[in-house]
């Protein structure tokens, strides 16, 4: 049995627990094999142990019924399940509902469920904060505190999959998941790539890996590495389609230009033929909206296997931008529709709620809830 240390919020490492116990969550299979051997357990008990985990989303050993009682209590004295606990929970008037999630050292993250009629979209967080600062984000105006570990990312999952009431994999309310919250993925690789793994195991949660979603803001060789490393699905937050704007909106521009964005999206593209990239195009006022922008975007994706969703603006107190209008938006879109490039508009999603990324846990940080809750 191990020893159990008695630890302290200031020695305690991101991510690891102050009962000194280990998470299973978040624990890759061939760890968890090798974790209950070294409790001299048989290895094939990972499997079952896996399964209560991630299928039947149990919580507590007590009810994994084809594990005997010994082993159950060897498993509760030397390890725990744990998840972040809920904060703040809101429900928007079209059904987006946002949650608050904290973890054991008290930091907390945003998640977003963006239910529509063929599918349950699940927006989870990466980091707490972030180190960059796209113009137009609101996360981006706080620090980055630190990365979240793979058990925090896939807790984000297992708590709104509760929360939402899905029990079984056949009757899924989560269908998608993207990495589109707070946080640059890229820049906490190992984690989120080991969560995806998770997220995706044909013995656990199952999701397709086409419907698991890596949103960057181009980081450039994380791009190539996930291409060769994951079969996740890919995402780009464009904004801008020449240097000088998107130096300005998306400032890791400076360091990853468009040219090296989009020959990394040119090899996403090559290895796997039959997806296409998702574009995020936030529509800013006079900003990147007018006919001229929309020639740029023309010319720099014709040829390439992409979807582009333009967002309308979630303006937040102090932001430096305007919503689009939706004449503006619409006569964009039907500038790339009519040179043949997907461009669905994306609703507005969760006005009423706080919707911008990051904009809940500011609020909570100060201290002021001033909640619009609707249920
Ligand atoms: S858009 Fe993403 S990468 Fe940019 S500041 Fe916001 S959270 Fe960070």
Known sequence: MQALVTKTAETTAPGELLSGKTNLIGMPFERLEGFLQSLGLPKFRAKQVWHWLYVRGLREFDG????????????KDNA?????TVTDDQLSADGTRKWLFQYSDGREVETVFIPEAERGTLCISSQVGCTLACTFC???????VRNLNAAEIVGQYLMARDILGEVSRDERKITNIVFM?????????DAVTQAG????????????????TVSTSGVVPDMRRLTDETGLALAVSLHACNDTLRNEIVPINRKYPLRELIDAMRYYSEKNPSRRILVEYVMLQEVNDTPEHAAEMIALLKDM??????????PWPGSPYERSSNNRIHRFAKLLQDAGLSTPIRKTRGDDILAACGQLKSLSERGAREKVKLH
Request: hydrophobic fraction near 35%; proline fraction near 8%; aromatic fraction near 6%.
């Open 181 to 189: 919250g707070m946080g640059e993925p890229l820049f906490n690789y």
């Open 138 to 144: 609101h996360t981006g105006t706080q620090r980055l």
């Open 305 to 314: 296997p992409v979807k582009i969703n333009l967002i309308p603006f979630n």
């Open 197 to 212: 793994a998770i997220l995706t195991d044909q013995n656990g949660i199952d999701l397709s890996r086409r419907k698991v």
């Open 64 to 75: 994994m019924d084809n594990i005997g009682k010994p082993m159950r209590e060897l498993l």
């Open 80 to 84: 725990c399940i744990e998840r972040p």
